[in-house]
């Protein structure tokens, strides 16, 4: 076999070895180290290992690049000789698989040993436990002279990915230090350098093509303004005037609404960048708006041109709200409405600015929403639907303002769950379902209509869920699982059917595990899992995919847990924790993310009280709890975080009791207890906190003196 002093330059920069379990941590890497552009300051210089080129290409994954050849193991052998290093993704799962154990058999064999870079995703090196080994044993020991392992331990040095250690970024910074030959802290100091370069530059860039498009708007002014001067100095050439100025305005026009559209189109395309979303949104957004609100100062724009910064707010609005910035997402509602208003006054029946008002409308209904604003979301709710009725009416064929409608019976139908009014919750629903029906059955190859049909099903289930309705629930997500099903048949690279389709796969799990079907249950999980894998592997820095993939590994551990195989669902419930910790430190001041990591330990706790573990138990709600109570500072007006608060002391409380600790159980459910005091005193007669008050006080009478 081939060795470190063969001559030819290897044909990969290094080998991938993992576990079919690690598959979404092995396209991860991949994609990570090829995509890695190493920083300019160290291209062209001398590393241990030879010149440091400009990228870490190409890297050998053995799942996607292996054939269908007839001998396996020698296109597995020639992959591991050409390959200049050996990375093995270290986990429990690789500890224990035969094939990651032979491929750094066969590395260490070619005398590369020097040359393996283990990377910790999961379970310990080294574990006294040995179902946490995530070492497998050809890392563990040594070759001895005839290449067979030793009883002499190996001291391999790994980078590791879990939150806990290096993380993923700086574990993919020390895993391109070694395959480069270069220091870590000098790459890691260079890359710092390089990614505030890049920065700059998208705000660079924001900024020079805004000018660009902003100087366009600025010449069609002046042609505006030049040709009004000319009509006014000479009446005879009043007719080729008035057609300047027609065409500039048609000039400006066209300047204002590519300025905007450049805007939403620059921050829709950084939407999804990891660490600097909101700040680089927010900049650009805010820069952009700057600009041109001092180039249109003082003009009288057309009314189109006003239409088109109107929709430009709107759009700008939605992005900041999905990116979490509430308040700058209101602020630019606002002002999408004050220009609407405007126009409005002068153009009422104007179909384009009402329904650009209905938009601006309901977007304040979600804003309104999302911070808990009840009363306030149901007034803009009913602004947007009595404009959209009035426009339905007017226009019965245009879909779009059919579509608007059931968006809007939708979040009504939100807001009556919010309010624990399932049966106003459900009439909304149907009422959703009914519109989006009517239009898919009309329109049987759009697949926008046939996707919001598949919506309204979901929903409708949703609502008989939420009534104990099994069978309904089941028979309307399996509609709408039917129609994600052909959806992504008919297109299945397209990622928000592939979404779609795992969610319905959960929603119909989750209901056989209510009527105590575990087998069924557990198989649709794993497929949700499975498709949501997917999409983290296709798109690794997508937060959204990431908390999919952390609550599809909840599901499928809860139903480990049903089905009594409490390894098996720790293993998962730790998987789900793991996800949650590092989207929680991304996104400390999302309250959804911040509440998914709360209820990730909450899980793990309720397992290990089961086990008699009471300590650890303990451990874990108090971490939930710590989460809680700073949730609760940040939003003390909010019932719902107050409500969860005192959940989480009452389930100490209940852990306590167990482990014979009445004192400090005592203390636990008192706390929760004035909590729920106190909510019931601001939402008299509420049904679920008086149920949560009786129970408290029955658990404070049980507790021993």
């Known amino acids: 076999m081939a060795g470190q002093g063969d001559a030819a330059p290897p044909r990969y920069r290094a080998f991938i070895s993992y576990a079919h379990d690690d598959t979404a941590w092995g396209a991860w890497l991949h994609k990570a180290l090829e995509a890695y552009r190493i920083p300019a300051a160290l291209v062209g210089t001398e590393g241990e290992l030879g010149t440091i080129p400009p990228r870490l290409r190409p890297i050998f994954r053995d799942r996607e690049e292996l054939t269908a050849a007839a001998d396996l193991g020698e296109e597995l052998q020639q992959a591991l000789r050409d390959s200049a290093a ?172 590519a300025a905007h559209t450049l805007v939403f189109d620059l921050t829709d395309g950084i939407e999804k960048t990891e660490g600097v979303q909101q700040r680089v949104l927010i900049q650009i957004q805010r820069q952009a708006q700057s600009l041109l609100d001092k180039l249109t100062a003082g003009q009288d724009l057309t009314p189109a041109a006003r239409a088109a910064e109107a929709w430009s707010f709107i759009n700008s609005s939605a992005l900041l709200f999905t990116a979490g910035a509430t308040d700058a997402a209101l602020e630019d509602a606002q002002r999408a409405l004050k220009i609407l208003e405007a126009l409005l006054a002068a153009d009422a029946g104007n179909p384009g600015y009402r329904f650009a008002a209905a938009q601006a409308h309901q977007l304040m209904s979600d804003i309104k929403f999302e911070v808990s604003e009840l009363d306030a979301a149901v007034a803009e709710l009913a602004t947007a639907q009595e404009i959209l009725k009035a426009l339905s009416a007017e226009f019965p064929h245009e879909t779009k303002y059919r579509v608007a409608l059931a968006g809007i019976e939708d979040r009504y139908g939100n807001i009556a769950l919010d309010r624990d009014d399932r049966v106003a919750a459900l009439g909304h629903y149907q009422a959703a379902l009914a ?25 409708l289930g949703d609502a008989k869920f939420d009534q104990e309705d099994w069978p309904g629930a089941l028979e309307n997500y399996q509609a709408g699982l039917a129609i994600s099903e052909r959806l992504l048949k008919a297109k299945p690279d397209d990622a928000s059917f592939i979404r779609d389709l795992s969610v319905s796969y959960e929603r119909v799990g989750i209901v056989h595990q209510k009527q105590g079907d575990l087998d069924t249950a557990l198989t649709q999980f794993e497929k949700s899992l499975r498709l949501s894998d997917r999409l983290v592997a296709s798109d690794p820095e997508n937060a959204e995919y990431q908390r999919d993939l ?22 998962a419930y730790k998987r789900s924790l793991e996800i949650s910790k590092r989207l929680a430190e991304a996104n400390p001041y999302r309250s959804d993310i911040q509440r998914d990591l709360a209820i990730g330990y909450e899980r793990i706790a309720g397992l290990l009280k089961e086990q008699g573990d009471f300590d650890g138990a303990l451990e874990n709600y108090r971490l939930s709890l710590a989460i809680g109570r700073h949730l609760a500072a940040l939003d003390p007006a909010n019932p719902s975080v107050q409500q969860e608060l005192a959940i989480t002391l009452e389930l100490i409380g209940d852990t306590e009791a167990a482990a014979g600790r009445a004192g400090d159980a005592r203390a636990a459910y008192r706390e929760a207890l004035a909590i729920v005091n106190a909510l019931l005193t601001e939402n008299a007669g509420d049904s679920a906190y008086q149920r949560q008050a009786e129970r408290l006080n029955a658990e404070l009478a049980a507790l021993p003196p």
């Open 86 to 257: 050996l990375v093995v993704i270290c986990s429990p799962y690789a500890a224990q698989s035969h094939w990651v154990n032979e491929e750094i058999l066969l590395f260490k064999r070619l005398g590369r040993g020097g040359r393996i870079f283990p990377l910790v995703v999961a379970g310990e090196p080294f574990a006294v436990d040995t179902a946490q080994e995530c070492f497998p044993p050809a890392l563990r020991y040594e070759l001895d002279a005839a290449g067979n392992l030793s009883g002499e331990p190996a001291e391999p040095l790994a980078a590791d990915a879990r939150e806990s250690g290096d993380g993923r970024e700086n574990a993919k910074l020390k895993l391109a230090a070694g395959l480069l030959g270069v220091g870590f802290d000098q790459l890691r100091q260079r890359d710092a350098e390089a990614q505030r370069r890049r920065l700059h530059l998208i705000l660079a860039a924001a900024s020079a093509l805004i000018i660009v498009f902003a100087a366009i708007s600025a010449a069609a002014i002046w042609f505006a303004l030049d040709a009004s001067q000319q009509r006014d100095a000479a009446t005879a050439a009043q007719a080729e005037a008035v057609k300047e100025k027609e065409r500039a305005e048609r000039n400006l026009d066209v300047g204002i609404t």
């Open 435 to 459: 519109i989006d029906l009517e239009l898919a059955t009309a329109h049987p190859d759009d697949p926008d209509l046939q996707q919001n049909l598949a919506g309204s099903y979901n929903n």
């Open 550 to 571: 952390s609550v599809s590994y909840s599901t499928v551990a809860d139903a480990k847990a049903a089905k009594g195989d409490a390894a098996g669902a720790m293993d």
